[in-house]
């Protein structure tokens, strides 16, 4: 799938079929929205495929747990919308009760960019503050650095997963060659470990949820998982949040293209004021024939983000007929990240991050 | 180099070639016995080859300590000679006070082997009695089962070492192919972080005693530690115990071909009686014209491991002129194996684990 699309032009559908994933349909929904409040990612179809995510609620409705397991590559700065993957995170712990497990690959990223390696440590000692300034519970969360705190059942995992997995098929999945290093052809096995923890340390299956870029890594995890007497993983596929310019994915490799939690607020508007913008050429244009909101970046990020249901119908009809502009919605989504950047800064300067040590 | 050559065939000047490896020369030997106890091993001739173990010697004669490190691929039964080895290292802790590092690669007996992760384990256990009954002080000994308790140094040690290592490396020194699993691809750099560990955690140059079939392993550790800012260890390289049929390799794959320390007498004395003989070919020739003690394996034995050089050189003149009988040699082996494992048997009984625990 190519990335230099527009988001706009991304073919979901297609996405599906490619990955052989099953769609996250109104049944889905249904079933959740019956017992539990359905979250904005749900309703909002950012989260648009799974696998085996129906198993995983039908069990759970039946009175068995799930884990929820989301890692982190640690890095410089952290985009808005990994925060709000992880606030959805948080909302499966407090809604489902889940434990969740958050592994950091500060051992990945050492291996696979020219970082030190107490560089790579203090990443994700720095990026583990922000996730759990969101306000996870310790009781029902752990972290984990794999250069600080390796758990000696991770790496057990580890190995039993690296014994089903050959070179081969690590060369065609994620493209590695004779001339990677060994920690790199070995690191999916580490992967599959974190993911698998807690269905072996609780039991539980375990919900990966998972931008779909990322989905061979799961897969992987799938594969192995019964080889090893464990229960696969379920996992829901995320859309790609848009980039700053508007194309399908953002990047952390080009600091422009992304708001990061740690921006100034300078930063932060002058980014948002640049978003690629679907209204009309000028305001004149705009207030007489309206807008394109599907092509807005700033109102998907309201949608994905920050609005309710009701919210984002009301705004995309709004710019749709030319009654807001571009600048009234950019400003609203600048007020609405400066809000959610205070509330984390500030929850971030109590956090302490041993208390959630695995 | 051809392992199924006798024993006796072996050429070590041209191993030594081969492996650019330096010989231990007098000079070295001296350099010992000026100041301590030369070890049987040295005086033999059984370390014949070595890397920067002058180097180590003299930073250890000017005040430096050093480490051992010697690691053990836990297996169902020991060889005599693996625990020889073992004692050597303990006269290594006794007379130059080195800390001993004995970490248990259960991971690769795993990766490699088709035996269960319990099994795995089970058996680092049972071998750890055996080694640490010689003796070891628990004071300056650590050991440690990768799956069992697993450093968080040496993980780290490990995935800096990966860092530097490629796939093709590794293809190239240990057959890998890409139907291997990306356990034993990464495995050298677990490896090569056993052997670091002392460096990182003491500061030491570690000394790695070793079966110069095992060389390549420590070379790549050599490769790879100035590239992680750590000390090359150095490296002492023995000859092979002969089989009992007198090959030059010992197999642990041939039980009926090694002797083992769990073997019951009866079955020690039936290998010992049917070791290679360098004998006459009956009673009566052998009185006659002698017989070649370089080419008898019992000999050979009690050479290395039972008799001080005093006592060496008379069996060995006696056996050439006819004096001693191959089965008198025999029989002498025998008695000395058995008084070897009636003391470690016992002494394993007492040993304690936990106490030794890194």
Chains 1, 2 share one sequence.
Not at 150 to 173: L, P, W
Not at 217 to 243: E, N
């Amino acid at each position: 799938m190519n990335n230099n699309k527009m988001f706009f032009e991304v073919s979901y559908s297609k996405a599906l079929k490619e990955f052989g994933a099953q769609k996250i349909n109104q049944k889905i929904l249904d079933k959740i929205s019956k017992k539990k409040k359905l979250h904005r990612f749900f309703e909002s179809g950012f989260f648009f495929a799974h696998r085996d995510f129906d198993l995983l609620l039908n069990e759970y409705f039946k009175g068995r747990n799930f884990s929820v397991v989301s890692g982190r590559g640690p890095s410089e700065k952290i985009h808005i919308a990994h925060l709000k993957l992880f606030e959805f995170v948080k909302y499966l712990q407090d809604e489902f009760g889940a434990f969740v497990f958050i592994p950091f690959s500060d051992d990945e990223k050492f291996l696979d960019r020219n970082i030190s390696f107490e560089e790579a440590l203090r990443l994700g000692e720095e990026n583990a503050k922000y996730l759990l300034a969101l306000g996870f519970s310790p009781k029902k969360t752990k972290i984990m650095f794999d250069f600080k705190n390796i758990n000696q059942d991770v790496y057990n995992i580890s190995i039993k997963a690296a014994k089903k997995t050959t070179v081969s098929t690590i060369k065609a999945s994620m493209g590695r060659r004779d001339d990677s290093n060994i920690g790199n052809m070995f690191y999916p096995a580490m992967q599959a470990a974190h993911i698998l923890y807690p269905t072996f340390e609780r039991g539980e299956r375990v919900l990966v949820p998972i931008g779909m870029d990322q989905d061979v890594f799961v897969k992987l995890t799938r594969d192995v998982a019964p080889k090893i007497g464990l229960k696969k993983p379920s996992t829901i596929l995320s859309k790609f949040t848009p980039s700053v310019k508007g194309y399908a994915k953002m990047s952390a490799s080009s600091p422009e293209d992304a708001i990061f939690i740690s921006d100034s607020l300078q930063e932060i508007r002058r980014k948002v004021s640049r978003m690629f913008s679907g209204g009309g050429e000028t305001l004149e244009l705009h207030k007489k024939h309206g807008g394109r909101p599907e092509r807005d970046v700033a109102l998907t990020y309201l949608k994905y983000y920050f609005l309710n249901k009701k919210q984002e119908e009301k705004i995309f009809e709004d710019f749709r007929n030319g009654r807001i502009s571009s600048k009234e919605v950019k400003n609203l989504l600048f007020e609405k990240i400066k809000k959610f950047k205070k509330k984390i800064e500030k929850a971030k300067k109590k956090t302490n991050i041993e208390k959630f040590l695995l």
